[in-house]
């Protein structure tokens, strides 16, 4: 599977970006998917993953109650609905795909993944 990211942007602290990952190939459900972020200066960080199975999304304590991740089946896309935005979000976004069934702890770690979307930059000002 590929995955083309887009939606970031420039926004003010309070604000709201929607961010999508377009999947091209297999249908997105056929995989764990998960958003990832790194700012700068830091390493990569979890903020959410879905395997699909009803029990999900889940989410970084971080974004939880601010972000929701959902998908469109007739697109093939998963989206990140990202509200009351703060500087500390700012961050490069990637979208990224698992094939290998992690485990909901697994979900949270870099090496499940085996497909990465490109990346879209997300910028909060204050």
């Known amino acids: 599977v590929q995955l083309q990211a887009s939606g970031g942007g420039l926004v003010q602290a309070g604000g709201s970006l929607r961010l999508s990952c377009t999947a091209s190939g297999r249908t997105f459900r056929s995989y764990v998917m998960a958003w990832w972020r790194q700012a700068p200066g830091k390493v990569r960080e979890f903020v959410s993953a879905?395997?699909?199975?009803?029990?999900?999304?889940y989410y970084a304590d971080s974004v939880k109650g601010r972000f929701t991740m959902s998908g469109a089946d007739d697109e093939n896309t998963v989206y990140l609905q990202m509200n009351s935005l703060a500087p500390e979000d700012t961050a490069v976004y990637y979208c990224a795909a698992s094939s290998s069934r992690p485990t909901i702890a697994q979900m949270r770690t870099t090496r499940q993944y085996q497909r990465w979307g490109q990346g879209t930059l997300v910028t909060v000002s204050s």
């Open positions: 879905n395997n699909w199975s009803g029990r999900g999304p």
